[in-house]
């Protein structure tokens, strides 16, 4: 396994080490060999030090997941910029405020994708960035004019910056380095025992913070990714297919389309070379492992984090098939668990507290530095805001702190939708809660009571939601109207009712 003090020297030794293997192939069978990559890296980050991008600027990008993103990765780490990859889920609201947050010299998106116009987007929102529209290749230039790359250091810089959406409404910027990246990576590809035959299927947007820790692992041990712009099983599965992926990833949504594809057709194999499926995001429903493992010929191998730490535990092929099913894996190399229970002493084990950790791959803080006396406690463990225990030195997560609904990978803030709601004219009361769905984990529903006896219909509150900027998988997919929320004696909404109520 390769190592390196960072993700531009992990490509220049990979190139270096087997230039000729594939590194990526996307939908359209267009090739880029890890050669090929180094040398368009460096291309485009000649174009981008054209126009001013140098060591330490920020550049927000949104960009589908292409051969043109990984590129632009590259190329922002040839230049030590900061770079700061942004879902592309997210719409004027939280482009807005990461924007205005960040502070970037460049933003970078395509025109249209998916329907939706980037481009007025970023006009609509930029605070003075430039604007750097890009649909194809990133702007090349000529390699022999760029700056030396940055040296590596025993105390790197920020160079990665990760928005999340929490229990606030507002998203925040959790700040990487290459060190926490390569980390995780690292202990990713231990776990799964990457090799540089395996062919990893890239499912989810690449903007995601395990876009460039697959891209790290896949540096470290040569395989190859296997990518898609967006998730749509008629086409993808059959790419994959095609293939002869051998990593089948990464959550819940993907394992389900994979098995039901392969019940369509039980006489032949549908991955014949598949090891394993990687899941992560929320916990999976055990019977998926089994049904995988029975009829795919292979596991699931789920991690446990968040993006402000990434991977805190995950299971290995080698741990026994019960924990496989019902739990979240053990913690990574140099992953430092405790949990504390809600009275504030250290649990037992077996017993349920909150999840804190040190670890070589969490965050150097957020952006906005007045937010960390609450992330981090007196001992300097990040507090997780999930409830977990430790079953045989296993990860079980049982629930949450925070007010945060994880639907298909992604956190929605409860918060931020009860505020929106909470402005129509028809809302007089709002809770909105995550209900167990089998295919996306959670889906949001808010729970209503209206003004008068004007009750608000699916669609209008589909509309409005969509009218004030909110990104389309925050949006509740259920809504319930009631004469009343139940409230404690100090007023607060007693949200395990409410699930109790609509989880049937």
């Known amino acids: 396994m390769l190592e390196a003090r960072g993700i531009w020297g992990l490509i220049t030794k990979r190139a270096d080490a087997t230039p000729d293997a594939p590194m990526v192939v996307d939908e359209t069978r267009t090739t880029l060999t890890f050669a090929d990559y180094r040398d368009a890296a460096e291309r485009a980050a000649a174009g ?286 140099g992953v430092d668990l405790k949990l504390v229970t809600l009275e504030g002493k250290l649990a037992t084990p077996g017993e349920e507290g909150e999840i804190r950790a040190k670890a070589p791959q969490l965050m150097k803080g957020y952006l906005d530095a007045s937010l960390d006396a609450e992330a981090f406690d007196e001992d300097g463990y990040f507090r997780t805001g999930d409830l977990g225990r430790l079953d045989d030195g296993y990860i079980v997560i049982t629930g949450r702190l925070k007010d945060i609904i994880i639907r298909k990978g992604e956190n929605i803030s409860a918060k931020e939708v009860e505020d929106l709601l909470f402005t129509h004219p028809k809302v007089a009361d709002v809770a909105v809660i995550g209900l167990p769905d089998p295919a996306a984990g959670e889906r949001a529903c808010a729970v209503v009571v209206t003004k008068n006896a004007d009750a608000i219909s699916m669609d209008e509150m589909r509309d409005f939601l969509k009218d004030l900027g909110l990104r389309m998988q925050a949006i509740p997919e259920q809504l319930e109207i009631v004469d009343a929320l139940p409230r404690n004696p100090a007023g607060k909404v007693l949200k395990q009712d409410l699930r109790k109520a609509y989880s049937s």
């Open 48 to 333: 981008l030090q054209d126009i001013g991008v140098g060591e330490g600027s920020v550049v927000t990008w949104i960009l589908p997941t292409t051969n043109h993103a990984f590129v632009l990765v590259g190329a922002l780490c040839r230049l030590g910029a900061i770079q700061n990859p942004v879902l592309p889920i997210y719409r004027d609201r939280e482009v807005g405020f990461i924007a205005k947050q960040a502070k970037p010299q460049l933003l970078i998106v395509p025109s249209v994708y998916r329907d939706f116009d980037f481009e007025a987007m970023a006009k609509r929102v930029a605070e003075g960035a430039e604007l750097l529209v890009c649909d194809g290749p990133i702007p090349e230039g000529d390699p022999s004019t760029l700056d030396p790359p940055p040296d590596g250091t025993d105390d790197p810089p920020v160079r990665w910056l990760f928005y999340t959406s929490g229990s606030t409404a507002d998203p925040k910027g959790a700040q990487h380095t290459d060190a926490t990246i390569m980390a995780t990576a690292k202990g990713m590809a231990e776990r799964l025992q990457l090799v540089s035959d395996d062919r990893n299927g890239l499912v989810f947007p690449f903007t995601h913070i395990a876009g460039p820790i697959w891209l790290a692992s896949g540096l470290m041990v040569g395989l190859r990714h296997l990518i898609v712009s967006a998730w749509d099983p008629p086409t993808t599965i059959p790419f994959f297919k095609e293939q002869d992926v051998t990593i089948a990833g990464s959550g819940t949504i993907f394992h389900m389309g994979y098995l039901t594809a392969q019940r369509e057709d039980t006489s032949t194999p549908l991955f014949p070379k598949v090891r394993c499926f990687p899941g992560g995001g929320a916990p999976k429903p055990p019977q998926l492992h089994y049904d995988l493992s029975k009829e795919m010929g292979a596991p699931i191998l789920s991690g446990y984090g968040l993006t402000e730490a990434p991977i805190l535990t995950m299971a290995s092929a080698d741990d026994p098939d019960e924990s496989l099913a019902n739990t979240e894996g053990g913690p990574m190399p």
